[in-house]
């Protein structure tokens, strides 16, 4: 998401003042973007910044700070790339792949390597590199002499980085509750965990855990409801020990009021899905409702994670908690067209309340507050494989049941379902019959008809006063249906998709290219404020309900 300066030319560059991987090095007469890169704009590469087809290198260079160059032990290089590249930091070669002269020519050919996940480069070695103030990180990108078929393709190059410290991952923050929290990160070598907290920023308290790991996460028990606590992360292996800066974070409430965030179907790498994360920061929110696609359009969602969701969001989820349902996308409903029903980089990615029936993650619920919040499996209403056929969404499935026992013994005044699969659009997925021989329906329906006809019923009998849904990429608003509220915001970063069919009941329709949004609930006592906001911070929408 940072702003490079790149240089696209039919030689080397040069400047009067060094060479062009130092800090000295004058690149104001060079374009300049947010990150990712990459010389197509179809799926899977919608990232922000698009490159010309015409040049066999590409040269990018952006200047950073470090405050304290001491305190960085580890070092980290993420990218997602294609073809071949070399990186620098403050002009010594930290890392490279395919390429082998040194240094590469202006039109040297890189072997062939595909863009499909990112790679972490544990380039620790060169952390004496660094410097206190001023830094630059240097890449050259190499087109391959083999390279995809078709005019899309030609000199195709994709570059997607990122320069970690410490940790290359997190610390985020998951599963929170009125007394427990878990914090999660991640080494580039085996350490232990340790939590130092506190209710000030002295800390005080410390939970820890020796087992060697890469992957981190320390749950913290006993807090208080409706507290403020100051945190930081530590990892030691051998001599070498990390650490965060401080964070904080706020318990939930057992009562009382509640602020949230709802986004869905981000995840795509555009301009868009990273413009949104400064304006939900400033909105402020207790949490934060994700209505599924957060990996969208990709051929694989492993080894996106953390560049279309986790290093994305991470200024907002070290201190707010993220609460996630899965979408089509997430189940493997890829850019390939294939299907492939499965959520293992999503299970072993969050952490998440489990529900009582299978003991997973798959659907859950919570409080806060005065708030009661569902949260549905429904990527498609039935799985195409055995993996999933225990979490199918039909009336009298273990899943429906599930529901309709929890809202029932929930005492909460305000009730929210969360989930991906709409249940109302003028968007595009008004015409879906997915379900049209589903026998569990029996209907020629459209599948939001499938889905009203399915959960109206249960949100009436058990007091919801609204749904959240993604999957259309529109912000969509709708007149009470029997009493119940839906809302669709499937636009939290995914290109916006045209109305096919206003519907009858639709009170608000946005939709406009590149143009991301989220909305921001407010509940005060028997009170709730609705507000669609756009990425500039600008309220576009509301709605009031007692």
């Not at 009382?256 to 179907?265: E, K, P, R, S």
């Not at 659907?363 to 199918?392: I, Q, R």
């Amino acid at each position: 998401g940072d702003v490079w300066n790149y240089y696209c030319g039919i030689n080397a560059p040069s400047s009067p003042i060094g060479v062009w991987q130092q800090d000295a090095f004058d690149d104001s007469f060079w374009l300049h973007g947010p990150t990712g890169f990459s010389t197509v704009n179809s799926d899977p590469y919608k990232e922000a910044t698009p490159w010309p087809h015409n040049c066999p290198a590409i040269f990018l260079r952006r200047k950073f700070t470090v405050p304290d160059a001491a305190s960085v032990k580890w070092l980290v290089l993420r990218l997602n790339y294609q073809d071949g590249f070399v990186a620098y930091l403050n002009g010594q070669e930290i890392a490279r792949r395919g390429l082998t002269n040194t240094p590469p020519a202006f039109n040297d050919y890189a072997d062939f390597h595909q863009g499909l996940g990112a790679e972490d480069f544990d380039v620790s070695a060169s952390v004496g590199a660094l410097v206190t103030g001023e830094n630059v990180l240097a890449i050259e990108m190499h087109t391959s002499v083999r390279n995809e078929s078709g005019l899309a393709f030609t000199n195709h190059m994709l570059l997607v980085p990122e320069l970690l410290a410490n940790f290359q991952r997190g610390p985020f923050l998951q599963n929170a509750s009125t007394n427990s929290i878990q914090i999660i990160w991640r080494t580039p070598v085996p350490a232990d965990s340790a939590v130092d907290f506190g209710t000030n920023q002295a800390l005080g308290g410390a939970i820890s855990d020796a087992t060697l790991t890469t992957n981190h996460v320390i749950t913290l028990t006993n807090l208080l409801p409706g507290t403020q606590y100051f945190y930081k992360v530590r990892s030691t292996a051998d001599a070498t020990t990390a650490e965060s800066p401080t964070n904080s974070f706020n318990t939930f409430k057992t009562s009382g009021d509640v602020t949230f965030l709802v986004i869905g179907d981000s995840g795509d790498g555009s301009v868009a899905q990273h413009n949104l994360v400064g304006a939900m920061e400033q909105a402020g929110a207790d949490l934060v409702m994700h209505c599924g696609d957060v990996m969208e359009e990709v051929v694989s969602p492993e080894g996106q994670e953390d560049l279309r969701c986790l290093s994305v969001y991470r200024p907002l989820m070290g201190s707010v908690p993220f609460f996630f349902a899965i979408g089509n996308h997430d189940a493997g409903d890829d850019a390939d067209g294939v299907n492939r029903d499965t959520v293992d980089w999503f299970l072993s990615t969050f952490y998440l309340p489990t529900n009582s029936v299978f003991g997973t993650e798959h659907f859950y619920s919570f409080d806060h507050g005065d708030a009661h919040f569902a949260v549905l499996y429904v990527p498609w209403l039935m799985a195409s494989s055995s993996e999933l056929t225990n979490y199918e969404m039909y009336a009298g499935s273990a899943q429906y049941c599930w529901l309709t026992n929890d809202l029932a013994v929930s005492s909460k005044p305000w009730k929210f379902i969360f989930l991906h699969f709409v249940m109302d659009t003028s968007g595009n997925h008004r015409f879906d019959t997915d379900n049209q021989d589903n026998p569990y329906f029996g209907t020629t329906n459209y599948d939001w008809q499938v889905m009203q006809d399915l959960l109206l019923p249960v949100a009436q009998s058990y007091g919801v006063q609204m749904f959240f849904s993604g999957h259309s990429h529109d912000y969509e608003r709708f007149m009470p249906i029997c009493g119940v509220h839906l809302n669709v915001n499937g636009c939290g970063g995914s290109e916006d998709t045209p109305m096919e069919q206003r519907d009858p009941a639709s009170s608000q329709f946005y939709n406009s290219v590149n143009t991301s949004r989220f909305t921001k609930v407010t509940i005060h006592g028997d009170s709730l404020l609705l507000q669609g906001i756009l990425a500039d911070g600008t309220v576009f929408d509301y709605m009031t309900l007692q």
